[in-house]
Antibody, heavy 119, light 106 residues
Framework: QVQLVQSGAEMRRPGSSVRVSCKTS????????FTWLRQAPGQGLEWMGT????????NYAQRFQDRVTITADKGTTTVYMELSGLRTADTAVYFC????????????WGQGTLVTVSS | DKQMTQSPSALSAFIGDRVTITCRAS??????VAWYQQKPGQAPKLLIY???TLQTGVPSRFSGSGSGTEFTLTISSLQPDDCATYYC?????????FGQGTKVEI
């Protein structure tokens, strides 16, 4: 049974950083790509970046290029997303999702992690 | 980036109605389109991929069609459980881009 379980809600001050984890189970970790997306309150879905752990080099959305880092720990089959320089506009639910590659549909999703940025 | 324009943004229908949602890509994405259903407080759920392939376990009242730049999600007979927001997505390379969503109410 495939599961992606994300870490819990976070509250941060503007200018700080946050790291969200996504623990995966079921299926061969090395066969998949992992993507982070976010959804601001009442808004749609926004792609942030994708990592294929076996290749190691992530692709990031241009608007997050300087602030986001996606990494993976193959030993624990956990994927991480760190976002720095937080702004109030970064308040959103962050999702991890699994796909067979960068050009494939996301078939399994984490439950989402609310990150609130407020002074 | 390939933009996905989804319409309508919201609709209201009756149980048993046939519902159609349309997504238009700013350039051809061939058949690399997925449709997701999202309920409040939940993650999106994959319904359709490769424009018309039904994900395992998804009811057969959902269907998808299209290619190139025009895509459609159809619910053949709307059920109470179908109250949700629906998103199209293109994955013809990165970045993935999504439509703005269609909120379906009954």
């Amino acid at each position: 049974q495939v599961q992606l379980v994300q870490s819990g809600a976070e509250m941060r001050r503007p200018g700080s950083s946050v790291r969200v984890s996504c623990k995966t189970s079921g299926g061969d970790f090395n066969n998949f790509a992992f993507t982070w997306l976010r959804q601001a309150p009442g808004q749609g879905l926004e792609w942030m970046g994708t990592l294929i752990p076996v290749f190691g080099t992530p692709n990031y959305a241009q608007r997050f290029q300087d602030r986001v880092t996606i990494t993976a720990d193959k030993g624990t089959t956990t994927v991480y997303m760190e976002l720095s320089g937080l702004r109030t506009a970064d308040t959103a639910v962050y999702f991890c999702a699994r796909s067979l590659g960068k050009a494939a549909q996301a078939d399994y999703w984490g439950q989402g992690t609310l990150v609130t940025v407020s002074s | 980036d390939k933009q996905m324009t989804q319409s309508p943004s919201a609709l209201s229908a009756f149980i048993g109605d046939r519902v159609t949602i349309t997504c238009r890509a700013s350039q051809s994405v061939y058949g690399w389109v997925a449709w997701y259903q999202q309920k409040p407080g939940q993650a999106p759920k994959l319904l359709i991929y490769k424009a018309s392939t039904l994900q395992t376990g998804v009811p057969s009242r959902f269907s998808g069609s299209g290619s190139g730049t025009e895509f459609t999600l159809t619910i053949s007979s709307l059920q109470p459980d179908d109250c949700a927001t629906y998103y199209c997505q293109q994955y013809n390379g990165i970045p993935w881009t999504f439509g703005q969503g269609t909120k379906v109410e009954i």
